[in-house]
């Protein structure tokens, strides 16, 4: 069998099967504002929805990539938008290696909603000094909480 290798993929002559595997390096050169959170741990804004803080939470667990977006994008949406498949999120091999238990520790997801936080205090901060909250601020606020129900889930 011949393979050729253009641009990260690997195309098989005399086989049905097409790998495309791009993996980590890939996916976080096609993100904005990566930035390390520890080995094999990132965060990037989510090139899913128009994002301009980071909410995406990226790690690997036994070969697999993860994906978390915390304002709810689906992993399928993430990897669509840059031009990926789910399959590129596995490992090649048939190997099976038990994952984690909690596959996100709780310091990535903090950083996530550390965003949210922010909002929902400034709000708070306003009610209670009695000041007029407009219906796009109050929209915003029940955003943040729902963000943050998410990432608690």
Same mark, same amino acid.
């Given at each position: 069998?011949?393979?050729?290798?253009?641009?990260? #993929?690997?195309?098989?002559?005399?086989?049905?099967?097409?790998?495309?595997?791009?993996?980590?390096?890939?996916?976080? %050169? #096609?993100?904005?504002?990566?930035?390390?959170? =520890? #080995?094999?741990?990132? @965060?990037?804004?989510? *090139?899913?929805?128009?994002?301009?803080?980071?909410?995406?939470? /990226?790690?690997?667990?036994? =070969?697999? $990539?993860?994906?978390?977006?915390?304002?709810?994008?689906?992993?399928?949406?993430?990897? %669509?938008?840059?031009?990926?498949? +789910?399959?590129?999120?596995? *490992?090649?091999?048939?190997?099976?290696?038990? *994952?984690?238990?909690?596959?996100? *520790?709780?310091?990535?997801? +903090?950083?996530? /909603?550390?965003?949210?936080?922010? $909002?929902?205090?400034?709000?708070?901060?306003? @009610?209670?000094? =009695?000041?007029?909250?407009?219906? %796009?601020? +109050?929209?915003?606020? /029940?955003?943040?909480?729902? +963000?943050?129900?998410?990432?608690?889930?």
């Amino acid at each position: 069998m011949r393979a050729a290798s253009v641009i990260g #993929q690997t195309h098989k002559s005399k086989s049905h099967t097409i790998n495309t595997k791009r993996g980590l390096d890939y996916l976080l %050169s #096609q993100l904005r504002k990566v930035k390390s959170c =520890g #080995q094999d741990r990132f @965060i990037a804004c989510c *090139p899913a929805h128009h994002d301009k803080n980071p909410s995406l939470a /990226i790690r690997t667990n036994g =070969g697999v $990539i993860l994906l978390k977006c915390f304002a709810g994008c689906s992993t399928f949406e993430i990897v %669509s938008s840059i031009g990926m498949v +789910l399959a590129e999120l596995f *490992p090649e091999s048939n190997e099976f290696r038990k *994952p984690l238990k909690n596959p996100f *520790p709780a310091v990535d997801v +903090l950083r996530c /909603i550390k965003r949210e936080v922010m $909002i929902i205090t400034v709000t708070a901060i306003r @009610i209670v000094n =009695g000041e007029k909250i407009e219906k %796009s601020e +109050l929209d915003r606020l /029940i955003l943040a909480c729902s +963000l943050i129900e998410v990432a608690y889930d």
